[in-house]
């Protein structure tokens, strides 16, 4: 699915990921986990290609193509998905809107119709109680005045509204209360099926107990110091990052 290879990237000049390499089989779950500034949310904005983040070297294949080729578009519509890729408000364009015109992109990459606005609003009606979104979000400005944690609703609705074969969640429990976590992590687990894949970026451990990783992952100075099962991450929620710090160069 995803095979990072030693990749090195930079952002506005300074160098932010050195020698960053995982392997993501169908449907796996890795939890990347590690301290504040050590480089995940910017491997996440690198592998969905977010402009300003460049990789310098080592490669990135997705279902067995160069990443590092496609543009941010193609990579979204080859299935791949970065939860707060968009966390910024658009006034002016509904939810709805902004939703429906995504699923499209995604149709058309598939040599499918659109899906008529009848069906899409059904669709998305139904997604809406998934996640416990009341279904006025839909008629909402994208993001705007949503609370945090109805942000990461709409964000999970999205990812469900759009089926991606590979998703990234940065921190998607940060500031979180218990329900909408609980909700976050039912979405993701609906969604778990043998074949999608997951990233999962978060500095609690709590969120592992809700959505169990086959991997977990220690990202330090931009490269992973440490891997593990679920059993790492409880370490380190009793241990801190500091044991690890002789395995960081
Ligand atoms: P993490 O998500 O692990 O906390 P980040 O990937 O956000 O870490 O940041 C890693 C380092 O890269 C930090 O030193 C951060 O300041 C820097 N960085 C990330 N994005 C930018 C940016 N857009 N401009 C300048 N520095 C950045
Ligand atoms: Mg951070
Ligand atoms: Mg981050």
């Not at 709409?154 to 209360?177: A, H, K, R, V």
Request: net charge negative.
């Amino acid at each position: 699915m995803l095979n990072i290879k030693d990749l090195y990237a930079k952002v506005e000049e300074k160098d932010i990921l050195k020698g960053l390499s995982i392997e993501v089989k169908p449907g796996e779950v890795h939890a990347i986990m590690g301290p504040n500034g050590s480089g995940k949310s910017t491997m996440g904005n690198v592998l969905s290609g977010r402009p300003g983040y460049e990789a310098t070297a080592g490669s990135v294949t997705f279902k067995g193509k160069d990443l590092l080729e496609l543009e941010t578009e193609e990579r979204a519509r080859e299935g791949l998905f970065l939860a707060f890729q968009y966390p910024v408000e658009i006034p002016g364009v509904s939810n709805m809107e902004f939703l429906k015109a995504a699923v499209d992109a995604k149709r058309k990459h598939q040599g499918l119709e659109e899906i008529s606005s009848v069906d899409f609003l059904k669709l998305a009606r139904e997604t809406c109680k998934r996640v416990n979104l009341d279904a006025s979000f839909l008629k909402r400005g994208v993001n705007e005045g949503f609370s945090g944690g109805e942000k990461k609703r709409n964000e999970i609705m999205q990812m469900m509204l759009l089926e991606p074969e590979l998703c990234i969640l940065d921190e998607t429990d940060s500031g979180l209360d218990i329900d909408a976590l609980q909700v976050v992590a039912d979405g993701v687990n609906a969604m778990r099926d043998g074949k999608r894949s997951f990233l999962v970026v978060t500095h609690y451990q709590r969120l592992l107990d809700y959505i169990v990783p086959d991997y977990v992952h220690v990202l330090a100075g931009g490269r992973i110091v440490k891997s593990g099962d679920k059993s790492l991450a409880l370490e380190l929620e009793a241990k801190g990052y500091g044991w690890l710090e002789n395995e960081v160069v």
